[in-house]
C-alpha cells in the first residue's frame, strides 16, 4: 500500500513522528504503517528554535537516515527552510521520501499570506509530483484567523496539496464541519478526549502524534534518572542493549524488544 493510500484506508493513517533514526527505527519495529517527523524534536535534539527555518540541514540529514526504513516517510519541512522549494522537495523525493508537511504559519505567531502560501505548495508540487503535500493551516495552533481555516485549506488543495493538516483542532463541531468541507484527507494531532475511533467517525484520515513522543521521551529519561538518583524503581519495559544494538545494526533482526502490536 502506497502512502498515499495509507489515506485512504478503512482506519486512519496514525502517523508517530520522529527526531532520530533510533525512534524511528523503533516505532518502524512497533508495526506502525508509516513514520513522520517532528520539526519541535528535530530542533530541539541539537538545540536549535523549531518553527524558525533553523534546521534544513538536520531535516535533510535525518530524512536521509531514515529513507532506508521499510515503511514510507514523511518529513515536516515546516514553511520551507527558507529554501528553494523546489528544489528542496525535489531533493527529499531523490532521497526516497514520500510526504512532506509544509505550514502558513510564520515566526512570531502569524500567518503567511494564503495566495503566498498556496505558491509554496505549488512549488513543491513542481519540484516533485509524486510526493503527498500535507498542507498545514495553522489558523487553530496560533489561535488566530479561526474563520480563514477551510478557505485556506481549499486554496492549498487548489494549488496541488493532497491533504490538510490542521493542528490544534480538537472539537467535534469544528473537525465536521472542515471534513465536510474540504474535499482531500483530513490529519488532525492526537485528540486524547476523543481517540482514533470518534476521529475516525467524524472523517479524519491521519492522526499524528506531533512533538508529544519527544516531549514523553524527555519526561521518561528525567524520571528514569530521578528514579537511579532516588533508589526508585525503575519502570518496566525498557529494551536492552542488545534490543537498541539490533535495532541500528543493518541486517539484523530489528526491533526484538519493542512492543509490536
Known amino acids: ?10 482506519r486512519p493513517l496514525v502517523l508517530p513522528n520522529a527526531w532520530d ?8 519495529a512497533a508495526g506502525f504503517a508509516a513514520i513522520g517527523t517532528t ?64 505550514e502558513d504559519g510564520r515566526p512570531g505567531g502569524v500567518l503567511a499570506d494564503p495566495v503566498e502560501q498556496a505558491a509554496s505548495v505549488r512549488a513543491v508540487k513542481e519540484g516533485a509530483p509524486g510526493l503527498f503535500v500535507n498542507a498545514r493551516v495553522d489558523t487553530h495552533w496560533l489561535g488566530v484567523d479561526h ?8 486554496r492549498y488543495l487548489d494549488a496541488g496539496a493532497d491533504g490538510v493538516f490542521v493542528p490544534g483542532l480538537a472539537r467535534e463541531d469544528d473537525i465536521a464541519a472542515v471534513v ?7 490529519n488532525v494531532l492526537h485528540v486524547p478526549a476523543l481517540g482514533v475511533q470518534r ?29 537511579v538518583r ?12 542488545a534490543d537498541v544494538v ?14 509490536r502490536r
Open 199 to 227: 476521529l475516525a467517525e467524524l472523517g479524519v484520515r491521519r492522526i499524528s502524534t506531533g512533538s508529544l513522543l519527544f516531549r514523553a521521551a524527555l519526561h521518561a529519561a528525567v524520571e528514569t534518572a530521578n528514579a
Open 147 to 154: 474563520e480563514s481555516t477551510v478557505d485556506r485549506a481549499n
Open 39 to 102: 520539526s519541535l524534536g528535530v530542533a530541539a535534539a541539537v538545540g536549535l528554535p523549531d518553527g524558525e527555518g533553523a534546521t534544513r540541514d538536520e531535516t535533510v540529514a535525518l530524512a536521509r537516515r531514515i529513507v532506508g526504513l521499510p515503511v514510507p516517510v514523511t518529513v515536516d519541512v515546516e514553511s520551507g527552510f527558507g529554501a528553494d522549494l523546489r528544489e528542496l522537495a525535489a531533493e527529499l523525493a531523490d532521497l526516497g521520501v514520500a510526504g512532506v508537511n509544509v
Open 230 to 241: 532516588d533508589g526508585g524503581a525503575v519502570a518496566d519495559g525498557v529494551p536492552g542493549y
Open 246 to 259: 539490533a535495532l541500528i545494526t543493518p541486517g539484523s533482526a530489528r526491533g526484538s524488544g519493542f512492543p
Open 1 to 10: 500500500m502506497t502512502f498515499h493510500d495509507l489515506h485512504h484506508a478503512e
Open 180 to 186: 465536510a468541507a474540504v474535499d482531500a484527507p483530513l
Open 21 to 28: 533514526f533510533a525512534s524511528a527505527a523503533a516505532l518502524c
